[in-house]
């Protein structure tokens, strides 16, 4: 029953932006249907969220009926050891993962981008396989080739994996603000006497940051959002956050999960909105300069 509410909470708007839309030729009519139809893509993108902060402050065990507010579910995550382990594991990957990414997929990408146009576009076609190839193909490739080197599964093979798959979008992220970056101030940097590190040190990397920050935050939040690679390459002794909510299913999902979602996403917030307003600043001051 609430499948089908939350359903027609969806569609409905969904159909009369539609009819507003190509029923009448208006205007008026036209912006409407855009306000109704950006409104109901929020609220299906934005309300299971909600609802799941909403009852992370639920007393009670139940999804769908309100017993009362209380912060029970989060003083039981800070007391439940396998979650925080868990997170732990899940942090340290990622965070590792993502600093090696960002790393080697700038450099990576800094290299792709003053090769020939023939290499160049092979090079960028190549990396793209990991982004459209299934997780499933590339955990059971990873496990064969971890299998076939003697490579023992655990912390190493699962920082290995997801390095692997972060690498092409800190490459996809940083290739853009290559491309908007004045090829001259570098070989000026050269003209005037600095060695090609230190030109790609102090005027290529900081022309770049913004890509680089925006990959490093898209290979950490793909690395803690990983459950297919993280099943095949972890190993039975580490266990990320998302293999570990994935074995509760098995015995019962408790609102911990709740709790932990509504603090990760918070997290997420105000990452976004910091990183954001730097971007922003720094953009202004461009501007005014």
């Not at 954001?276 to 300069?289: D, P, Q, T, V």
């Amino acid at each position: 029953m609430t499948d089908l509410i939350y359903i027609a909470v969806i569609a409905i708007p969904v159909l009369i932006s539609m009819i507003l839309v190509f029923g009448s030729p208006k205007k008026r009519s036209t912006r409407v249907s855009r306000i109704v139809f950006l409104a109901a893509v929020f609220i299906f993108t934005y309300l299971p969220i909600f609802v799941l902060v909403v009852f992370s402050f639920n007393s009670g065990r139940s999804t769908g009926v309100w017993e009362g507010f209380s912060f029970k579910w989060y003083e039981e995550l800070v007391n439940d050891d396998r979650i925080k382990s868990a997170l732990l594991t899940t942090v340290i990957v990622a965070l590792s993962s993502a600093l090696i990414s960002t790393v080697f997929g700038t450099v990576s990408a800094i290299g792709i981008f003053y090769m020939k146009k023939i290499p160049k576009n092979i090079v960028m076609n190549i990396t793209n396989i990991p982004i459209l190839n299934a997780d499933i193909i590339t955990g059971v490739s990873l496990l064969l080739l971890y299998n076939i080197l003697g490579i023992p599964l655990g912390y190493a093979s699962l920082i290995l994996a997801h390095i692997s798959f972060n690498i092409p979008y800190v490459i996809l992220s940083v290739m853009p603000k290559l491309k908007q970056m004045d090829n001259n101030i570098y070989e000026a940097a050269l003209d005037l006497g600095a060695t090609p590190t230190r030109a790609l040190v102090n005027v290529i990397v900081p022309q770049i940051m913004p890509g680089i920050i925006s990959g490093f935050l898209l290979s950490l939040t793909m690395s803690m959002d990983d459950f297919v690679i993280s099943l095949f390459t972890s190993g039975p002794v580490v266990s990320t956050l998302s293999l570990e909510i994935y074995s509760m299913t098995k015995r019962g999902i408790t609102p911990e999960i709740n709790a932990l979602s509504t603090i990760i996403f918070v997290v997420v917030i105000v990452v976004l909105l910091i990183t954001n307003l730097r971007n922003s600043g720094s953009e202004g001051k461009k501007r005014s300069a």
